[in-house]
């Protein structure tokens, strides 16, 4: 740890948390009373601030709106049933923040001020971390250029931001999925396993047009041949196939998920055969013929664990076992929820606690 980071702290006359119904928190829709604010300029960060959230002024001309130099992070706290508030193995996203800024040319941030300005804006909205199974205060840490530059050229300012959103479950319903075959999501020597704003633009109209067919998601597959499975969504993809955890091993295409390591440790630690490969689309659709799929699910912050509940390809829909007697993703559900809400000793030392 370096010195406590100096935060110039200016709180709302008007908490909006009496009128919030913690009954009904659509995904990413209520911001919680204050945001974290801080400046990149002359090579350096400063300026840093927690600010009640609202609109901020920025020129029209900055290089993240016509060039996307522009990417996030997305984490979890949680608060237990004795009333702490912990935030969900942050310093993995700390690490992984940085390694999205260098692909794209942005200044890195030191991962102790990272934390810190997490740690204090979650502090000063503790009161909005939903008491609450299956919920949580989704954070959202997010960077961009703010250069009035409209040359193709890295900035050389930026804005680090910090939002809080409570939030209750993303998906209510087993989800239908379809294989993509021909869009891509990321190719080899993009940015797929940098957290980069455009990626997401990007898989707006594949998954669009999932949507209008009546699927939930997709599964990308790589950009070459599409034979080999890759992401489902936003979120990484796992497989119980023949008592097997299988999932795709990361690569420049791949985002190497918190979840996704989260589930590959507990699996270890409970003696389960893992493997880290390709996957190919044809193992999969064997399996599901077979009945040797045993498990599929997606695996993010956001979606926690996202039971697939048919697979389709090429025209063909393939249905798996009902989730709720899948052995695997059940028995991960219930430790992640046991670890996150402090139910059981954090013996991984995942959980960050607020003070
Ligand atoms: C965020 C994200 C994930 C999941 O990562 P977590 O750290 O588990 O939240 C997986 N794939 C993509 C493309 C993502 O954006």
């Known amino acids: 740890m370096t010195e406590t980071l100096d935060i110039k702290i200016t709180k709302t006359t008007h908490s909006r948390l009496q009128e919030t119904d913690f009954n009904n928190l659509p995904f990413g829709k209520i911001f919680s009373d204050h945001m974290f604010v801080a ?23 900055i290089s993240s709106l016509h060039y996307g130099q522009s990417f996030f992070e997305g984490i979890k706290a949680y ?5 702490q508030v912990t935030v969900f193995r942050p310093e993995k996203n700390a690490a992984r923040f940085n390694k999205s800024a260098e692909r794209l040319c942005m200044p890195t941030l030191p991962e102790d001020i990272f934390l810190q300005s997490i740690a204090a804006v979650v502090d000063i909205d503790r009161d909005w971390v939903p008491a609450k199974a299956n919920h949580a205060l989704y954070i959202r840490p997010f960077m961009f ?6 040359g193709v050229a890295p900035s050389g300012t930026y804005k680090f931001m910090v939002l809080l959103c409570p939030v209750g479950p993303y998906f209510s319903k087993t989800l239908r999925v379809k294989i993509e075959t021909y869009y891509t999501r990321s190719a080899e020597g993009g940015m797929g396993f940098a957290k980069s704003s455009g990626n997401y633009g990007g898989s707006m109209l594949p998954a669009k047009k999932a ?5 939930d998601q997709l599964i990308w597959t790589d950009a070459k041949n599409h034979e080999y499975v890759e992401e489902m969504g936003a979120a990484n993809v796992m497989f119980v196939l023949d008592g097997k955890l ?17 589930v590959l440790t507990l699996a270890r630690e409970w003696g389960m055969p893992v493997e880290e490969r390709r996957v190919s689309v044809a193992e ?3 399996g599901a013929k077979t009945g040797k799929l045993q498990d599929a699910f997606g695996a993010g912050t956001a979606a926690t664990i996202a039971a697939v509940g048919s697979i389709s390809h090429n025209g063909e829909e393939y249905f798996l076992a009902d989730p709720k007697t ?9 430790e992640l929820d046991n670890i996150k809400y402090g139910r059981v000793t954090d013996t991984h030392n995942w959980n960050y606690p607020v003070l």
């Open 246 to 262: 299988i999932t795709p091993s990361t690569r420049d295409t791949i985002l190497d998920g918190v979840t996704r390591d989260t």
């Open 211 to 215: 949507t209008e067919e009546g699927f």
């Open 39 to 61: 400046d990149y300029a002359d090579g350096e960060w400063k300026n840093f601030q927690i600010v009640p959230y609202g609109d901020i002024s920025l020129s029209p001309a």
């Open 79 to 83: 608060k237990h049933d004795d009333g």
């Open 326 to 334: 899948r052995e695997f993703s059940q028995k991960v559900l219930v």
């Open 284 to 286: 999969i659709i064997e």
């Open 145 to 150: 250029a703010t250069d009035p530059f409209l």
